[in-house]
Structures are given as C-alpha cells and as structure tokens.
C-alpha cells in the first residue's frame, strides 16, 4: 500500500491548482497554452483585469467547440466612458496588443456611460456577450464586419439587428470637446474613420469579440464565462452559427 507520504505528494499538486482556481489566478486559458489575464493587463494596462479573465475563459470556451482562425480576441469594456479609449485587440499566439482604440454604444444605452443593453430588433442599444466576426460587405458605411452573437438572449438577434463594425465619424475622439462624449450608434460598435478598415481587415473572418459589462444577469447566465459549464456544443443556436461560418 502506498505510503501516505507518497500519497500526499502525488495529490498535493491538484490542491494547489484547486486553491489556484479558487482564488481567481488559475483558468482553463492557462492549460490551452493562451497568456494569462495578467499578461494582458501588462500589455493593455489601461484594461479591466476581472473583464480579461472573463474574455479569455469565453475565448478558450469558444474556440474549442466552434474553431475560428486565427488567434485574435477583441475585448470591448463598455463600464469605461466613451471618451476613454476601450477597445483592445489581442494576438494571443503571439502575445501583442495590436489595437487600443475608442468604440461607441448605442444611442438608447447611455450617454457617456452605456448603463442599458438589449438584444431587441430596433432597441438601439448595445448587447453584451460574444461575438464571431463574420463576413466583410460594403453598406452605408463602407466597408463594415458582420458580428455574429454567439449568446441566445443576449446578442444572438446580431444579424437580424445588423450590428456590425463600421466606422463613423461621430466615433473619432475629436468629437469629444463639444459633446463630453462619443457620438452614439443604433447598437453597432462603430469605430473612427482613421482605423476602421485596418481594424475590419485585421479581425475579418473567425476571431472573437467580448462585449463587457458588469451585468448580473448576463454573468450568471452566460455559458462562456469562468465558472459556468462549456455547454456550446449542446446548444442548437451556437450550433447553427457554427455551420454558416463553416459554409462561408
């Protein structure tokens, strides 16, 4: 029979990583060999670190039940004002920041402060959640992306709504002395003119976007996030998703 001793030393590793989970500082994205929150956070100090803990978990959720190319993650953090920059666009494999930028909300979710979301047709407000970029197509806005919502509830209407990322000028920071603000959108993370087609041509196709915000009824519902179950492949949503991007 096994000593105790040798027992312990065999299962003392296991408490430790247990202890690690519990207190925030160990996740899934660490075993896929992804960077941490923290390693972000140098990166993008200007970043939420409790809001990158979330996005990596959603990513490495994500990624491994519906693929996507590339190894991009968009983080938007609504909680900050939008006369702050708070769009950030990660290269995990590569472990570099290549886009730190200002983003609007929706003009029905707030001024400079988005404090509302919906997932409604014609609500004009933002949604949380995340997204796969999709398909680049020339609208009223030139050349945009199509965001496709990965979050039955919360941002799957994306396609219906036709949220996507354009640029506008009302989004440029030089607007900011006269408002006090960013201008606003109909729900679309609208981005300044000077960046848009580089940032469009950069996340085209099959990275994601997390869309934060502290809101307790999507953080306790979402099955992307740390602590909830990495339930994708069960749900014939996401599933029908995965099988659009798979034909386009």
Same mark, same amino acid.
């Given at each position: 029979?096994? +000593?105790?001793?040798?027992?312990?030393?065999?299962?003392?590793?296991?408490?430790?990583?247990?202890?690690?989970?519990?207190?925030?500082?160990?996740?899934?994205?660490?075993?896929?060999?992804?960077?941490?929150?923290?390693?972000?956070?140098?990166?993008?100090?200007?970043?939420?670190?409790?809001?990158?803990?979330?996005?990596?978990?959603?990513?490495?959720?994500? +990624? +491994?039940?519906?693929?996507?190319?590339?190894?991009?993650?968009? !983080?938007?953090?609504?909680?900050?004002?939008?006369?702050?920059?708070?769009?950030?666009?990660?290269?995990?494999?590569?472990?570099?920041?290549?886009?730190?930028?200002?983003?609007?909300?929706?003009?029905?979710?707030?001024?400079?402060?988005?404090?509302?979301?919906?997932?409604?047709?014609?609500?004009?407000?933002?949604?949380?959640?995340?997204?796969?970029?999709?398909?680049?197509?020339?609208?009223?806005?030139?050349?945009?992306?199509?965001?496709?919502?990965?979050?039955?509830?919360?941002?799957?209407?994306?396609?219906?709504?036709?949220? #996507?990322?354009?640029?506008?000028?009302?989004?440029?920071?030089? #607007?900011?002395?006269?408002?006090?603000?960013?201008?606003?959108?109909?729900?679309?993370?609208? !981005?300044?003119?000077? !960046?848009?087609?580089?940032?469009?041509?950069?996340?085209?196709?099959?990275?994601?976007?997390?869309?934060?915000?502290?809101?307790?009824?999507?953080?306790?519902?979402?099955?992307?996030?740390?602590?909830? +179950?990495?339930?994708?492949?069960?749900?014939?949503?996401?599933?029908?998703?995965?099988?659009?991007?798979?034909?386009?």
């Amino acid at each position: 029979m096994p +000593s105790i001793a040798l027992l312990w030393g065999k299962l003392r590793p296991l408490f430790a990583g247990a202890a690690l989970y519990a207190l925030g500082g160990w996740s899934a994205a660490h075993a896929a060999g992804l960077p941490s929150a923290e390693e972000l956070h140098r990166l993008a100090p200007a970043t939420d670190i409790k809001a990158l803990r979330l996005a990596l978990n959603a990513y490495q959720c994500a +990624s +491994s039940q519906l693929g996507g190319k590339g190894e991009l993650l968009t !983080v938007i953090d609504y909680s900050k004002p939008s006369r702050d920059k708070r769009l950030w666009v990660f290269d995990l494999k590569q472990r570099k920041l290549l886009f730190e930028e200002w983003v609007a909300h929706g003009k029905n979710s707030g001024a400079d402060l988005a404090t509302a979301f919906s997932n409604r047709p014609n609500s004009y407000q933002s949604s949380l959640g995340l997204y796969q970029t999709g398909q680049i197509y020339s609208g009223k806005h030139g050349r945009s992306l199509r965001l496709q919502g990965l979050e039955p509830g919360f941002n799957d209407n994306s396609e219906e709504r036709a949220i #996507v990322v354009h640029a506008a000028a009302y989004a440029d920071p030089k #607007v900011v002395p006269g408002l006090g603000r960013l201008g606003r959108s109909q729900g679309c993370p609208a !981005v300044r003119p000077a !960046v848009a087609q580089k940032l469009i041509d950069t996340l085209q196709k099959g990275s994601y976007v997390f869309a934060y915000y502290p809101q307790q009824q999507w953080l306790s519902n979402s099955q992307f996030l740390a602590g909830a +179950s990495c339930t994708v492949a069960k749900n014939p949503g996401i599933n029908r998703y995965a099988q659009n991007l798979a034909k386009r």
